[in-house]
């Protein structure tokens, strides 16, 4: 069974950094999620299966970064300049195939998914 792993949430002031990880597949899309409480979960980024193209959510675009090292099997998620409405808990998933535009952030879309971890940011 599959089973993907995240770690490096945890607790910052606003304008500070985190770092996630999520020890991923290889070859496949691969994309953070994130979900607030009493909100819907929603994309934040992906990946696709060679590292080449990314996708971002417009709230996040210049301030987070996705990457992977395939040869690592790790998704990572740099988050800079994090607001309080970053705050939530932050999931990666991989999906069977390979990420495009126009669904890379609907969960459907992704076969497995880790158990998550937390980000607070504090104003």
């Known amino acids: 069974q599959v089973q993907l792993v995240e770690s490096g949430g945890g607790s910052v002031q606003a304008g500070g950094s985190l770092r996630l990880s999520c020890a991923a597949l290889?070859?496949?899309?691969m994309g953070w999620f994130r979900q607030a409480p009493g909100k819907e979960r929603e994309g934040v980024a992906a990946i696709n299966s060679g590292g080449g193209t990314t996708y971002y959510a417009d709230s996040v675009k210049g301030r987070f970064t996705i990457s992977r090292d395939n040869a690592k099997n790790i998704v990572y998620l740099q988050m800079n300049s994090l607001k309080p409405e970053d705050t939530a808990m932050y999931s990666c998933a991989a999906d069977h195939y390979d990420c495009y535009s126009g669904s890379w952030f609907k969960e459907y879309e992704y076969n497995y998914w880790g158990q998550g971890t937390w980000v607070t940011v504090s104003s």
């Open positions: 290889r070859n496949v899309c």
